[in-house]
């Protein structure tokens, strides 16, 4: 029996285009995206996983388009399979716009759900032919794709009927991935770009509300046991649900704000068969961000200090 063995980089909520008090950052995503190319290549991972929030708006910039698609050409040559999933800031049809010509070059994006959920279940085979992984490629789930408004709902309903509605869509398109299985050993990813509870958020992170009226936060025993590693974006802080080493969010890898001064990473698994073993990554500062507070002598010599070391204020 063959045994699988491979490595996945697993990232979120780059955010391509977000400003800092109206300044833009462009050189920051451009440093940060050089770093994750040379990190693939140099660590030599096999399948990238970018779990939503590729840019900040749903129609990003041409600087931020350019910076995305400029990324997915060097990283190419060195990442058998890159997959990426739509967050509540993206556009659907906006990031899926190109999904012919980029799964030719085995980027997979998947914009929003339909129906039949077999497009969100990826088999992704080795250099060999072999299938060595099965994703259930899940995106950000909108309010009107996981449940019917009732009549007469009460906050309290509404929120049941969104967790009971994410719910039903895990066990769905994991027990469809479970007929992808076609060896005991081979793994099965999954993404999700959702507000799990008990997660941490950081002030100023920028991480929105995903339901109107509701946070829904989501329990960890929505996400069904056959899955051997989930791939969450959405907070931006690096943590794992309910103490799980293999269900965690990445974090976002540029502080989108003076609150997310902390550390940066993202996650580097290696799969042996099923069994994941997890490493995260410190992401390099590119920018200093620091917050000045006292007296104007004492603010003013520090933005001469700055200045002076070749910083930013």
């Known amino acids: 029996m063959k045994t699988t063995s491979l490595r996945i980089l697993h990232t979120s909520d780059w955010h391509i285009g977000r400003t800092l008090y109206g300044r833009r950052r462009y050189k920051t995503f451009s440093a940060f995206l050089d770093w994750l190319a040379d990190t693939v290549r140099d660590r030599h991972v096999d399948v990238l996983i970018v779990a939503g929030d590729v840019f900040d708006t749903s129609a990003p910039s041409n600087r931020a388009q350019e910076l995305y698609y400029r990324f997915l050409c060097r990283v190419m040559p060195f990442c058998r399979h890159i997959v990426v999933v739509a967050g509540n800031h993206d556009s659907p049809s906006f990031l899926t716009a190109p999904k012919e010509l980029l799964r030719a070059l085995n980027v997979h994006?998947?914009?929003?759900?339909?129906?039949?959920?077999?497009?969100?279940?990826l088999r992704l085979d080795g250099p060999d032919?072999?299938?060595?992984?099965?994703?259930?490629?899940?995106?950000y789930l909108r309010d009107r794709d996981i449940r019917v408004v009732e009549p007469g709902e009460s906050i309290e309903d509404k929120e049941r009927n969104l967790i009971d509605g994410i719910?039903?869509?895990y066990a769905a398109v994991s027990a469809q991935a479970e007929t992808y299985r076609t060896r005991p050993d081979l793994p099965v990813l999954a993404t999700g770009h959702l507000f799990a509870s008990g997660g941490q958020t950081a002030d100023g992170d920028g991480v929105r509300q995903l339901y109107i009226g509701s946070l829904a936060q989501v329990t960890a025993d929505c996400f069904p046991d056959t899955i051997d590693y989930l791939a969450l974006g959405h907070l931006h802080i690096p943590q794992k649900i309910g103490g799980s080493e293999t269900r965690r969010y990445s974090?976002?890898?540029?502080?989108?704000?003076?609150?997310?001064?902390g550390a940066k990473s993202v996650c580097l698994v290696d799969f042996a068969g099923r069994q994941a073993s997890v490493e995260c990554l410190p992401v390099p500062v590119f920018?200093?961000?620091?917050?000045?507070?006292?007296?104007?002598?004492?603010?003013e010599s520090r933005l001469k200090a700055i200045a002076a070391g070749g910083g930013h204020p």
């Open 109 to 121: 994006v998947v914009g929003s759900i339909t129906d039949a959920h077999g497009h969100e279940i």
């Open 129 to 139: 032919g072999e299938p060595e992984l099965i994703v259930c490629a899940v995106p």
């Open 167 to 169: 719910r039903r869509h």
């Open 251 to 261: 974090g976002s890898p540029v502080p989108m704000g003076f609150g997310e001064r």
């Open 287 to 299: 920018q200093e961000l620091e917050r000045i507070e006292g007296a104007w002598e004492a603010i």
